[in-house]
């Protein structure tokens, strides 16, 4: 399947007497760059894709997503950087929320000058006491961030505001500048499992029907996702466009996903630990869970192999999805697809969407729903016999129209169309050279430009195997789709969905466009109504009763 010499080659299989012509995808081969800094272990780019930021054995540093060069920065021996984050906050200032390899959380403002940290926030003397961040997220603007915190066999949920612009007003002063005096961050709230665990706010009547959360054994994670405006007019008080205003969550072992107001003040004294909302009860325990690129739709994997994906513009479900697998959910991700359509308020009534699922057995599905129609659910790939053929990374590329990025474990790289079921092209790095970590790739895509950039080392041969404790050294590599025939198809013209072109739907339009969908889909439900009813008057069926 995967062929190194060109993209108009065929494979020639016989079936008997018949012979067919399988033709092969095309071929696209990553250009190295330039060698990036020892032990980088993590890349991000900005949303507006002018900067890369790379965490290292040494610190990090920002570098020019168009000259590839370093602009700044900040090193500190025995820090590794492990997971990096950037937003841009203003003009050419951008947030940088990065996490090391002891689970201290620090955030850097970068402004072209140089890389300041402005905030550490588990920092203690005595690390015996110090709590560790396990996962430290930043939303889309930068203002606020979560974080996953342990501390022993504790674990929680901590919600923090950064005040960007008054960093930026900062920023413009030489005597704040100069003593380094910035404005705090704040930790607006702060959830422990066991307050989400016994909280309902659904009317009595629902409560009765919820499956309560077994908090015999401790959570071991939490999952969070920040939320956008969503049908919902602020007047005068609206956010800044692009903020996000609440944020949704869930804990291992939970059967609900939780949701909280973000806000910009810590609670009083009295309030220390708000009570989360129940956002969608669920029969069965949540394994795993997706938001949409506009956060429109929320997508929850569930234990017994059953995939919910909840409207909320509409505030209803769509089609209860079951997907025949033969190992549980590991990750899922929605794939982005806007088809063309004259009016977008046909797009925005329908809710079409796609997902695609990966199995723990290395197994993927591609689930399509849309409101008020059947759900289509097919196998993309099934279980690899081989470990090394298992897919690590399976991504939605926001540029490229219903196209997958897929890297397995052994190197190979694809991208997959996922409405149409078609392999789209194989992507090669240069001869000798592997996966900087195979099993963790660390890859960022450039939204703007429409550039993929990924680490890659050089393979080591036989005769000079280097030492474990030798540092890793790798390159940049990337690839422009727009240069490509196989690829330019797919490239959108703008990277945002007909729901974020038009983010000031009132309440009112929300139920019109339900209501108009509910119209234009009404023949399609009556046939599966019929379809049913004809299912349960069969002889079989009523024997069985």
């Known amino acids: 399947m995967y062929n190194r010499k060109g993209s108009t080659e065929s494979e020639m299989t016989s079936v008997g007497s018949v012979r067919t012509f399988i033709k092969k995808p095309p071929t696209l081969h990553l250009t190295s760059i330039t060698e990036v800094p020892e032990n980088t272990n993590c890349l991000a780019c900005s949303d507006d894709g002018l900067y890369l930021s790379l965490g290292h054995s040494k610190g990090l540093s920002v570098w020019s997503a168009n000259t590839l060069s370093c602009e700044a920065e900040w090193l500190q021996e025995r820090i590794e950087i492990t997971s990096i984050h950037m937003a841009c906050i203003g003009g050419t200032v951008y947030l940088l929320a990065t996490l090391d390899d002891m689970g201290v959380a620090r955030v850097f403002v970068y402004n072209v000058e140089a890389i300041q940290c402005f905030s550490v926030i588990n920092m203690m003397d005595d690390v015996s006491k110090r709590s560790v961040c396990l996962e430290f997220d930043l939303c889309k603007g930068g203002e606020h961030g979560a974080l996953i915190m342990r501390y022993n066999s504790d674990i929680w949920l901590e919600i923090y505001y950064f005040p960007t612009q008054d960093w930026l007003r900062e920023l413009k002063d030489p005597k704040i500048s100069a003593n380094l005096k910035w404005s705090a961050s704040v930790r607006v709230n702060r959830v422990n499992p066991s307050t989400a665990a016994i909280t309902t706010t659904l009317p009595n009547i629902l409560s009765n029907f919820l499956v309560l959360d077994d908090t015999s054994e401790p959570a071991r994670h939490c999952t969070p ?4 405006r969503c049908g919902q007019s602020y007047g005068k008080n609206k956010a800044k466009t692009g903020s996000p205003l609440s944020v949704c969550f869930w804990w291992t072992g939970s059967h609900n996903l939780l949701y909280l107001l973000l806000s910009k003040t810590a609670k009083g004294k009295l309030d220390p630990e708000p009570t989360p909302l129940i956002l969608w009860p669920n029969a069965s325990e949540i394994v795993c869970s997706a938001v949409s690129s506009c956060t429109r739709f929320i997508a929850l994997g569930l234990t017994n192999g059953l995939l919910c994906v909840w409207d909320r513009l509409s505030s209803s479900p769509l089609p209860i999805s079951g997907v ?6 590991l990750r899922l991700h929605f794939v982005d697809y806007w088809p063309a359509c004259a009016d977008n308020s046909q797009t925005l009534a329908s809710g079409e969407v796609h997902l695609v699922t990966l199995c723990e ?3 993927v599905h591609v689930v ?9 659910t097919e196998q993309l790939s099934s279980r690899p016999k081989d470990s090394s053929d298992l897919p690590i990374v399976i991504a939605s590329v926001p540029f490229l129209q219903g196209l997958s990025l897929v890297l397995c474990r052994n190197g190979k790289m694809f991208l997959h169309d996922v409405v149409n079921k078609a392999t789209v092209c194989d992507l090669y790095l240069p001869a000798h050279h592997v996966l900087a970590n195979p099993c963790n790739p660390i890859y960022a895509l450039n ?23 030798d540092p890793s050294q ?23 969905s007909p729901w974020q072109q038009k983010p000031n739907v009132t309440g009112e339009e929300a139920c019109n ?33």
């Open 368 to 376: 399509s729903t849309e409101r008020g129609l059947a759900t289509d």
């Open 361 to 363: 057995s290395g197994a």
């Open 324 to 329: 025949s697998t033969d190992s549980p959910f």
């Open 474 to 496: 790798s390159r940049l590599l990337m690839l422009r789709f727009e240069d490509h025939d196989a690829t330019r198809p797919y490239v959108l013209s703008h990277s945002e």
């Open 513 to 545: 466009l339900y209501f108009q969908q509910r119209a234009l889909s009404m023949e399609e439900r009556h046939k599966s109504i019929t379809q049913t009813w004809k299912r349960l008057s069969s002889p079989h069926i009523l024997r069985c009763h």
């Open 225 to 228: 996702h920040f939320l956008m």
């Open 447 to 469: 939204v703007k430009q429409h550039v993929l950039f990924i680490c890659a080392a050089e393979e080591p041969s036989p005769s000079n195997e280097s030492s474990q404790d």
